[in-house]
T-cell receptor
């Protein structure tokens, strides 16, 4: 269980265009999903927390107008990179947190396979 | 600021040996710490979570220790196999609310025949 999918797995787009990445929880409901970005040889950097039915919470330094997040249902969150530029080329990964009440809270996160974005 | 340090140098070990990876952190007292595995071009895969009141956690060939005094976690893989070769990441919730994980840069492990 606890499978998270992402689509597409990779995308190449031209500078100035917009790209949408989907993140789905396949066998559980996720009220909260997270979006990360990872550059080569670096760790994952949290971009934003996506909350179902409400606005996303962005980390400091992340432009909310450039990285649009929509969490329309309990199983789907989308990240749209608007007016993409070559410096936006990166590996984007989403995750969902499972909250296990029986274990006292603060569950592990399950990650999608990632989306490789290349902006030319 | 909060720092999470993992050995940036790759760890090469021989098949069958025990691999030990280190995660050190500063300036925070996390309620729990997690370890993930990441293969090239893939998202991280959750391995183990250990809470601040737990000294040790085991899962099959994996063992994690958590020393809140030293602010350190050790991750062990016993009887290592070439299939264990990957990058291993430790992660902390620095907010205390279970909502945000901060990751270390990871240590690349290579298990050789």
């Amino acid at each position: 269980g606890a499978v998270v999918s992402q689509h597409p797995s990779w995308v190449i787009c031209k500078s100035g265009t917009s790209v949408k990445i989907e993140c789905r929880s396949l066998d559980f409901q996720a009220t909260t999903m997270f979006w990360y970005r990872q550059f080569p040889k670096q760790s994952l950097m949290l971009m934003a927390t996506s909350n179902e039915g409400s606005k996303a919470t962005y980390e400091q330094g992340v432009e909310k107008d450039k990285f649009l997040i929509n969490h329309a249902s309990l199983t789907l969150s989308t990240l749209t990179v608007t007016s993409a530029h070559p410096e936006d080329s990166s590996f984007y990964i989403c995750s969902a947190r499972i909250f296990r009440v029986t274990s006292g809270g603060n569950g592990e996160q399950y990650f999608g396979p990632g989306t490789r974005l290349t902006v030319t | 600021s909060q720092k999470i340090e993992q050995n940036s140098e790759a760890l090469n070990i021989q098949e069958g040996k025990t691999a030990t990876l280190t995660c050190n952190y500063t300036n925070y007292s996390p309620a729990y710490l997690q370890w993930y595995r990441q293969d090239p071009g893939r998202g991280p895969v959750f391995l183990l979570l250990i809470r601040e009141n737990e000294k040790e956690k085991r899962k099959e060939r994996l063992k994690v220790t958590f020393d809140t005094t030293l602010k350190q976690s050790l991750f062990h893989i016993t009887a290592s196999q070439p299939a264990d070769s990957a990058t291993y990441l430790c992660a902390l919730d620095i907010t205390g609310g279970g909502n945000k994980l901060t990751f270390g840069t990871g240590t690349q492990l290579k298990v050789e025949l």
